[in-house]
């Protein structure tokens, strides 16, 4: 018989130096334990043989020279097979936690000299850190948060301790590096103590209108937008998904978009409004218990009126809110929706940061619920024209 490897295996015997590792195929090979690198050989545990020899001492037998745990054995195989085709947002969502961890310190060794190129190992890193950001933690102080901010995300103010020492002591404004960097990881944080902090280096160092500017698009990087008054306020849900079309033939999708909505009118234009997208609440991590989400524009007005808004005094009832006059011979552009409703179904995403959502095949799509969304003019935080709140990011469509 001849033995093909890596193959999986269990040790099955134990006896001095040798042992019997027992293959899948039911093949049963030597185990000389110096091969046993960096683990403990014990009865009935699984392990991959990854190379085989002969030892001739007393007659030809089959013998394992190369053994790794599963775990190193599976660890090895993402970063050998680590293409751009196959480190899917999927596949890293199916891996174990103890995986992630060992991934994690794997990925922080590797991207301290990792080639430009390699956006299998960025995008691997990315994908890890939107989905645990918790695994990067312990390694938090090899990271820059300039570059890796997803890994940041919900730390604790006690792995961020030298960047609590720098924001509390620093006296320059986020124009410089060391302080841009500590203002980013501790506005990531999920503690209110790492926010208390910002918002007093701000207070100190952001009277200017510069500063306060620099401030401002770092805290948007966060999910936060900084009010005049040095309030600190979230516009970003956690929940992010990518809306897919739905087969043709499939069950009834959860959601749609470009549905004309023939009962409510536009109040500039008279037109029939658009529901860009309506998703059933059961859809959507967070809304399980409300009403659907709606998504409603004029889709003639959208670009004459801008902020075109909405409003609900009662649920499924839109209603235009105007807050400036229409100006002298106002007419209605051509509409932008695709002319019929398309069915989809909403799949969790890796869109937390726009800054990744240029073209590459880590980009994600921008028919998207929660995230953040991708600009194409400068970001903006839009506030409520009624009670003057920031307004929090639902959805982002395109045509
Ligand atoms: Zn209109
Ligand atoms: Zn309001």
Redesign the pocket.
């Known amino acids: 018989m001849s033995t093909e490897v890596p193959a999986k295996g269990s040790i099955v015997e134990l006896r001095g130096s040798l042992g019997k590792i027992a293959l899948a195929s039911g093949e049963v090979i030597q185990l000389s334990l110096s091969k046993c690198d960096g683990f403990e050989p014990r009865i009935g545990r699984s392990c991959y043989v990854c190379e085989i020899g002969i030892d001739d001492r007393f007659g030809a037998v089959v013998e394992a020279t190369r053994i790794l745990t599963t775990t190193d054995f599976e660890l090895l195989q993402m970063f050998d097979r680590r293409t751009d085709d196959e480190v899917s947002y999927e596949w890293v969502r199916s891996l174990g936690f103890e995986i992630r961890e060992q991934l994690a310190a794997r990925i922080v060794d590797l991207l301290a000299d990792a080639s430009p190129d390699d956006h299998a190992l960025k995008g691997l890193f990315r994908y890890l850190a939107e989905i645990s950001p918790q695994v990067f933690h312990p390694f938090l102080d090899r990271l820059d948060p300039a570059l890796s901010l997803e890994a940041f995300r919900g730390a604790l103010v006690s792995s961020l301790a030298r960047y609590v020492q720098h924001l509390t002591t620093s006296d320059v404004s986020p124009a410089d590096q060391g302080a841009a960097a500590a203002l980013l990881a501790l506005a990531s944080s999920a503690d209110p103590h790492a926010l208390t902090i910002v918002r007093s280096y701000v207070a100190r160092t952001c009277s200017d209108a510069d500063a306060f500017e620099i401030a401002d698009s770092l805290l948007h990087e966060t999910g936060h937008a900084l009010l005049t008054s040095l309030e600190i306020v979230r516009w970003q849900y956690d929940v992010c998904y990518e809306l897919e079309p739905a087969p043709l033939d499939g069950d009834r999708a959860p959601a749609v978009m470009w549905l004309i909505d023939e009962l409510h009118?536009?109040?500039?234009?008279?037109?029939a409004?658009t529901c860009v997208l309506r998703v059933e609440a059961a859809a959507i991590r967070g809304l399980r218990d409300g009403e659907p989400l709606e998504v409603v524009t004029?889709?003639?007005?959208?670009l004459?009126?801008d902020p075109?808004f909405v409003r609900y005094r009662a649920p499924g009832a839109p209603e235009?809110l105007l807050v400036a006059p229409l100006p002298e011979g106002f007419s209605?552009g051509e509409p932008l929706e695709p002319s019929s409703e398309v069915r989809v179904y909403p799949r969790p995403a890796p869109t937390l940061r726009s800054a990744f959502s240029e073209p590459s095949p880590y980009a994600g799509s921008y028919n998207r619920v929660g995230g953040v969304p991708t600009w194409l003019q400068p970001p903006r935080v839009i506030r409520c024209p009624q009670c003057d709140d920031v307004m929090m990011f639902i959805a982002q469509a395109s045509d």
């Open positions: 009118r536009c109040g500039a234009c008279g037109a409004l004029c889709s003639s007005c959208i004459e009126v075109y235009t209605p």
